[in-house]
């Protein structure tokens, strides 16, 4: 069964750091983008950022560029998410993504595995 479990999220001030952590299990994403997304209480899921199967490739959305920094450890079949300078615009939860392309790219729908998501709530 594939797996995608994100963990870190949680209560942080504005200005603060958080680093998400996404471990996969099941199978193998060392091939595959992974990206992560967002979703606030009554908004739609947005794409925060992406990387390539080997991590030459990143891309982020403008609200979080020069703040959040993507990585992965393809060894241990885990993507992060370094947060930096957090707002109170940044709560929502957090959600890893998997695609069957190697290359990353912002569109949900191009992604195929979905973890359950980690909360982030960012307090002014």
């Known amino acids: 069964q594939v797996q995608l479990v994100e963990s870190g999220g949680g209560l942080v001030q504005t200005g603060g750091s958080l680093r998400l952590t996404c471990a996969a299990s099941g199978r193998s994403f060392r091939s595959n983008a992974m990206g992560w997304f967002r979703q606030a209480p009554g908004k739609e899921r947005e794409f925060v950022a992406a990387?390539?199967?080997?991590?030459?490739?990143?891309n982020y959305a403008d609200s979080v560029k020069g703040r959040f920094t993507i990585s992965r450890d393809n060894a241990k079949n885990t993507l992060f998410l370094q947060m930096n300078t957090l707002k109170p615009e940044d709560t929502a939860s957090y959600y890893c993504?998997?695609?069957?392309?190697?290359?990353?790219?912002?569109?949900?729908?191009?992604?195929?595995?979905w973890g359950q998501g980690t909360q982030v709530t960012v307090s002014s």
């Open positions: 993504a998997a695609r069957s392309g190697m290359l990353p790219h912002t569109g949900i729908r191009e992604y195929d595995y």
């Open positions: 990387i390539s199967w080997a991590g030459g490739s990143t």
